[in-house]
């Protein structure tokens, strides 16, 4: 086990290399260039000049490049155009929120969508398998701004007015959050009811963000689930009369997981990512929405800095289901 997992960090190198160059490349082949964007209606020849020679920009390409990387081991990403703030700091304050939205909209997708793909596999054609399909389809295909502005209107608009429409908490509370996870820092401070708002605030968010990870896992447990059941192993354990809660779970579900465990963790490192869409239209101040601002504004320093940090996320929640393979089929140690 130790050799797998050596063999799939150091894979993370080349990895982590080219994403830095491809988004070192990609951000210099923007329209007007840093500096630029850091001067504004101020913006000149000479001034531009000027800032390019104090933040090395009229430096070579591949001296401009090594000196990134050696700022990026650091996490050391300048500072925001739009806030003044040091990129790191912004992104530790926003990551949280982004954090919480993602486990939520997970225990949505993968709460439902597990269950429901298993329950339709094993009652293969029947009208539940009918309907798990059709919702699933209809879940991948419906998008997802349409999906939230649906919600806020039924469940927090006109409609219902069960739910708040934006943000993470109501804007007259007065909790403290040490963590700036506020569902865990009411739990830390006993700010019951702190706790309650952050969850009620996510509520809204996490389902629409969590609506397409739930339709693609049942769908793929569910064929998953029918590739495993129709092999000799499980029909001998039915014929053995094993009980059925033993077949299901050391013969069937656990076989299934390999597939089931890759599409949840590609999933969770897209929630990790930024759900743009989702955060901007519930107004919910995390990463996403923080990215889509300064691509706006052209923040050329938490364009770098935010996109590199949540690519480091994504291809290290990917490593954790590498490993996750070895631990549910040991026959991937060998591979």
């Given at each position: 086990m130790l050799r797998f997992a050596v063999r799939r960090v150091l894979l993370l190198v080349p990895i982590l290399l080219g994403l830095s160059l491809a988004l070192f490349v990609w951000l210099r082949a923007l329209p007007g260039g840093p500096a630029a964007a850091l001067l504004?209606?101020?913006?000149?020849?000479?001034?531009?000049?000027?800032?390019?020679?104090?933040?090395?920009?009229?430096?070579?390409?591949?001296?401009?490049?090594?000196?990134?990387?050696?700022?990026?081991?650091?996490?050391?990403?300048?500072?925001?155009?739009?806030?003044?703030?040091?990129?790191?700091?912004?992104?530790?304050?926003?990551?949280?929120?982004?954090?919480?939205?993602?486990?939520?909209?997970?225990?949505?997708?993968?709460?439902?969508?597990?269950?429901?793909?298993?329950?339709?596999?094993?009652?293969?054609?029947?009208?539940?398998?009918?309907?798990?399909?059709?919702?699933?389809?209809?879940?991948?295909?419906?998008?997802?701004?349409?999906?939230?502005?649906?919600?806020?209107?039924?469940?927090?608009?006109?409609?219902?007015?069960?739910?708040?429409?934006?943000?993470?908490?109501?804007?007259?509370?007065?909790?403290?959050?040490?963590?700036?996870?506020?569902?865990?820092?009411?739990i830390l401070t006993r700010e019951w009811d702190a706790s309650w708002d952050a969850i009620r605030h996510l509520i809204l968010p996490a389902l629409a963000l969590g609506t397409i990870p739930l339709a693609i896992i049942v769908r793929i447990t569910r064929a998953a689930v029918l590739d495993v059941v129709n092999e000799d192993y499980v029909r001998t354990a039915e014929a053995k009369g094993l009980a059925v809660s033993t077949i299901r779970w050391r013969h069937i579900l656990r076989n299934a997981l390999l597939p089931v465990s890759t599409t949840i963790g590609l999933q969770t490192g897209l929630l990790l990512s930024g759900a743009i869409l989702t955060e901007t239209v519930f107004a919910f101040n995390g990463v996403g929405k923080f990215v889509a601002d300064s691509i706006g504004s052209r923040d050329y320093p938490v364009l770098q800095g935010f996109i590199l940090m949540i690519a480091v996320i994504y291809v290290l929640v990917n490593l954790a289901v590498d490993l996750s393979y070895g631990l549910i089929d040991p026959r991937v140690r060998l591979a």
């Open positions: 504004g209606e101020h913006n000149n020849p000479a001034a531009a000049a000027s800032v390019r020679q104090l933040y090395g920009l009229d430096q070579p390409v591949w001296v401009q490049y090594w000196r990134y990387l050696q700022r990026a081991v650091r996490l050391d990403f300048g500072t925001s155009i739009s806030t003044g703030r040091s990129v790191t700091t912004e992104f530790l304050e926003r990551f949280p929120a982004t954090v919480e939205l993602t486990v939520a909209a997970l225990i949505f997708a993968v709460g439902l969508g597990v269950p429901l793909g298993y329950f339709a596999a094993r009652r293969h054609g029947t009208f539940l398998d009918n309907m798990s399909v059709v919702g699933s389809l209809i879940g991948v295909t419906i998008p997802v701004f349409f999906l939230a502005f649906l919600l806020k209107y039924i469940f927090a608009g006109p409609v219902l007015q069960w739910l708040p429409d934006s943000g993470r908490s109501d804007p007259r509370s007065i909790a403290t959050h040490p963590t700036n996870f506020y569902v865990l820092d009411g």
